[in-house]
């Protein structure tokens, strides 16, 4: 099911046949390692390519995507120390994005990062990753987790809850995870690691009944929202209103919800810029959920002229 255009011709529908054994992925990879004194620079530049192979080589999903329909994302990884046999502790930094329908303009979907990153690196090493087979293989298991991240949110922003396949199969990585003896990596679990802010709790919050709200905002603020403002901006500003008050309703559910805290940060200037010529009661009301949902920045949305 292509998700991103419509297809009505034979020359697209060709395309679509030679794409299906393409990944869904245009992914970039950057390894940043300014502290590496023992291993080979080299070893590093391979896993680099390895990895990004990985990722837009790899099929994620049944569905067909043109080579332009591929989801954008970036992973940067910053190599923090080297150990004996190869073993490495880096940060992840994630972020995919959308395009907005009928406009050059494309939407960060996902921005974090992700400081319990530990892993063994061999050179000349292929990546893959086995579903069964996740918790003896955390480098590729962490990317393979944010992929499925990254596409559940990219499907629940085209359609309602359209990414739950995807959630769910990230959670059953923690899960696995979880239950195996042999992957002690701290972001897999709810105690240790980045506090409130590792891979466990970003899935727990996305799976969360509490957080329904928020699902639903994702595909009002983007498919009612950012992807109808060209056309109409006033029904446009109305939804991206209804999607915030989803949003607060998820924060009122669930307190000091990571997602909630990635959303502001991800959608801030957006939210300021789009919103500044809507009617002065509906900025007013952006401005008292979002200065809830995101207090350390409510000067910034003064921005909007409340």
């Known amino acids: 099911m292509l998700i991103r255009s419509f297809v009505t011709s034979l020359f697209s529908l060709f395309l679509i046949g030679q794409s299906l054994a393409q990944g869904e992925l245009n992914a970039t990879v950057r390894i940043n390692a300014p502290q590496l004194q023992r291993t080979d620079r080299k070893v590093i530049e391979q896993l680099e390519i390895a990895l990004r192979d990985f990722l837009n080589n790899t099929k994620w999903t049944n569905d067909g995507y043109l080579p332009d329909e591929r989801i954008k994302c970036t992973f940067i990884m910053t190599i923090e120390s080297e150990g004996d046999n190869n073993a490495f502790t880096a940060n992840l930094a994630v972020q995919s994005t959308r395009p907005v329908f009928n406009s050059g303009y494309e939407t960060t979907l996902l921005a974090t990062q992700d400081k319990d990153v530990s892993f063994v690196y061999e050179q000349n090493q292929p990546i893959q990753f086995v579903a069964d087979n996740a918790e003896n293989q955390n480098l590729p298991s962490v990317f393979a987790f944010y992929v499925y991240i990254i596409l559940g949110l990219d499907y629940d922003s085209y359609s309602q809850y ?145």
Not at 165 to 184: D, G, H, P, R
Not at 214 to 221: D, L
């Open 162 to 306: 359209g990414g739950e396949n995807y959630l769910q199969t990230a959670q059953q990585m923690i899960v696995n995870i979880q239950n195996s003896s042999n992957n002690k990596s701290p972001g897999w679990r709810q105690a240790g690691g980045d506090k409130n802010r590792s891979r466990y709790w970003l899935i727990e919050n996305l799976v969360s009944p509490r957080m329904r709200n928020f699902r639903n905002a994702i595909y009002t603020y983007h498919r009612m929202g950012l992807d109808q403002f060209s056309s109409n901006q006033e029904e446009a500003r109305a939804s991206i209103l209804n999607a915030l008050e989803d949003i607060d309703r998820a924060g009122v559910a669930y307190l000091n919800s990571m997602v909630v805290q990635l959303f502001s940060q991800a959608k801030r200037e957006e939210i300021v810029e789009m919103m500044k010529n809507a009617t002065i009661q509906q900025r007013q009301r952006v401005y008292q959920i979002m200065i809830k949902a995101d207090p350390a920045n409510a000067q910034r949305y003064k921005d909007m002229g409340v």
